[in-house]
């Protein structure tokens, strides 16, 4: 059987610091509305009021929160990430080699949080394209290989997938 790798977590590596950028950008963008609200005065009017409470509560509200959302979820997704990586160099990493079944695209099913699904020699791995955390996550809209009838080679960890092969049945 001929394999060729089409996503490696050690290969891909943390790729989720755009999530920190963009919150550092957001909480820029709050901390700039905090600094326009000084041309509010409260004790002007209530039109200053509101001015004031908008600008400056509201920016530092925004910029606090998206400065903690950021750094939560980046430190969320590092720290599973390098979990991930230490499970595989201490050979927790299970490996299953077959033809995929049960295949369900993304947003097939309605639901609130839709996942993409499918089964290799009985083991199902689910997994959501909308999640930001370390893995194979790709959806098949979004250029994934995965369909019914595929032959792949899974190495997964926790049901995470941490490497996928795209196999060809060798001709005899």
């Known amino acids: 059987m001929n394999c060729s790798t089409f996503y490696d977590l050690a290969e891909h ?7 920190l950028i963009l919150a550092l950008g957001l909480a820029a ?3 700039l509305l905090f600094g326009v609200g000084k041309v509010f005065s ?3 009017s209530i039109l200053g009021w509101i001015g004031y409470l908008t600008f400056r509560v509201g920016g530092a509200g925004f910029a606090v929160g ?9 430190y969320q997704g590092y720290v599973l990430y390098r979990d991930l990586l230490h499970a595989q160099e201490a050979g927790r990493q299970k490996h299953i080699e077959g033809v995929i079944t049960n295949f ?3 947003g097939s099913r ?7 699904s499918f089964a290799v020699d009985g083991i ?3 997994y959501s394209p909308s999640e930001i955390l370390p893995g194979f996550n790709q959806a098949q809209g979004e250029g994934s290989p995965i369909h019914n009838g595929a032959l792949v080679r899974v ?10 092969e795209i196999c060809q049945a060798n001709a005899q």
Do not use: C, N
């Not at 590596?13 to 999530?19: A, E």
């Not at 998206?66 to 980046?74: A, M, N, R």
């Not at 190495?155 to 996928?164: A, E, K, S």
């Open 29 to 31: 963008l709050g901390a």
């Open 66 to 74: 998206w400065l903690i959302f950021g750094v939560l979820q980046t």
């Open 104 to 106: 369900s695209p993304y």
């Open 42 to 44: 409260h004790k002007q």
């Open 13 to 19: 590596g943390f790729g989720q610091w755009w999530l």
């Open 155 to 164: 190495g997964y960890v926790d049901g995470t997938i941490v490497r996928l």
């Open 124 to 126: 199902t791995f689910v």
């Open 110 to 116: 309605p639901s609130p949080d839709p996942k993409e």
